[in-house]
């Protein structure tokens, strides 16, 4: 599955406000139990995104610096005032996820924690006026623009994080790992989608819902991740394929199922790399596909799902027929780059 959006609109939480009486501490249970039910998927799809990414190091040849943190801004979130408190924050800007066994893990940051200061800069006084920074969303500027400070700072090793977590403030130097690029986000909708725009993997609150376990949610991050480690936005552009309704046909079909092709038969050897089921696939795939064989399957760019499960059966056997190197297979599709 792969959706090329040039324009993704971004929708923010609109937290649902029930005619129910609010309870003691002021704030709509519901209202609370959304902003959780929300961190709880961004927490998995982080954790997750990090495991592929960092396990897969070898097989990329571009890096990028990476702490395990999930860094939130209650702007994002249509009630801000709840957002901030089911969060736990002290202020607007604070972590919600910490990746096990990354940086942030070893110095114990933790979800909840506010982000107060990026060694002397303090996040009040960080402004957003950079043109690429003034392009994103303006919900998600100050967190693109704090990232990116954490980013050139990891650069020259030498980062510092103050975060409060009940007024009480600490400060922590933070290290970082190299992992394989790339980005990974929620989108609150109500479709069940995915997608990769050669950067950033999105998966649907709906669809996040709906995986039964971590195997089956890594087995469609590593298909979107492969699409992105492939370079297939890049590809396809670069021929001019054309991926609106008339890419539906002819030679444009085409190369877009045989980017679907690649991106199914890689996301196998990256899935079994960071410690996944291979086998996770075949099952969300079968499961999907009986659920919904006439939707996106029965499009000239996609296998149907039986094709798409003979396909993961036959890279698995591959897979079986090869010795790991420290534990890793290495994939046909990409190079090593030590
Ligand atoms: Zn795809």
């Excluded at 801004?73 to 005032?81: C, F, P």
């Excluded at 114990?108 to 920074?133: C, Q, W, Y």
């Excluded at 995915?194 to 950067?199: I, L, P, Q, R, V």
């Excluded at 890689?266 to 960071?274: P, Y």
Aim: with cysteine; hydrophobic share 45%; glycine share 6%.
């Amino acid at each position: 599955m792969i959706r090329f959006c040039l324009s993704m609109v971004f929708l923010t939480l609109a937290a649902p406000v029930s005619a129910k009486e609010a309870p003691d501490d002021g704030f709509n249970p519901e209202a609370l139990d959304a902003v959780k039910g929300l961190q709880r998927l961004d927490q998995r799809l982080h954790n997750i995104g990090y495991r592929l990414v960092h396990a897969n190091i070898r097989f990329c040849d571009t890096k990028a610096a990476r702490t395990g943190l999930l860094l939130n801004d209650v702007a994002q979130y249509a009630d801000q005032k709840t957002a901030r408190f089911a969060l736990g924050f002290d202020s607007s800007i604070g972590i919600t996820a910490v990746a096990p066994n990354s940086p942030a893990d070893l110095v114990k940051l933790t979800p909840g924690d506010t982000l107060r200061a990026i060694n002397t800069m303090s996040i009040d006084e960080i402004t957003v006026d950079d043109p690429e920074l003034l392009a994103e969303q303006p919900a998600y500027r100050r967190i693109a623009a704090i990232n990116r400070m954490i980013e050139q700072a990891l650069v020259e090793n030498n980062v510092q994080l103050t975060v409060s977590q009940k007024g009480i403030n600490r400060t922590v130097p933070i290290a970082s790992v190299l992992t394989c690029p790339g980005q990974f986000q929620i989108r609150v909708s109500a479709d069940r989608s995915a997608s990769a725009d050669g950067k950033l993997v999105r998966v649907s609150s709906r669809l996040a819902e709906y995986f039964l376990d971590d195997d089956e949610f890594a087995a469609v991050v590593a298909h979107e991740l492969a699409h992105n480690l492939l370079k297939h936005r890049e590809r396809l552009d670069a021929q001019k394929v054309n991926r609106g309704f008339f890419g539906q046909f002819g030679k444009s079909a085409r190369r877009v199922k045989e980017a679907e092709i690649e991106a199914d038969r890689l996301s196998v050897w990256l899935m079994a790399n960071a410690g996944y089921d291979p086998q996770a696939a075949i099952r969300f795939w079968t499961r999907y596909g009986k659920e919904h064989g006439k939707g996106i399957f029965s499009a000239s760019t996609h296998y149907r799902w039986k094709k798409r499960v003979q396909l993961f059966e036959e890279e698995i056997a591959k897979m079986a027929a090869v010795d790991p190197v420290d534990g890793k297979y290495a994939p046909p599709l990409l190079a090593i780059n030590d």
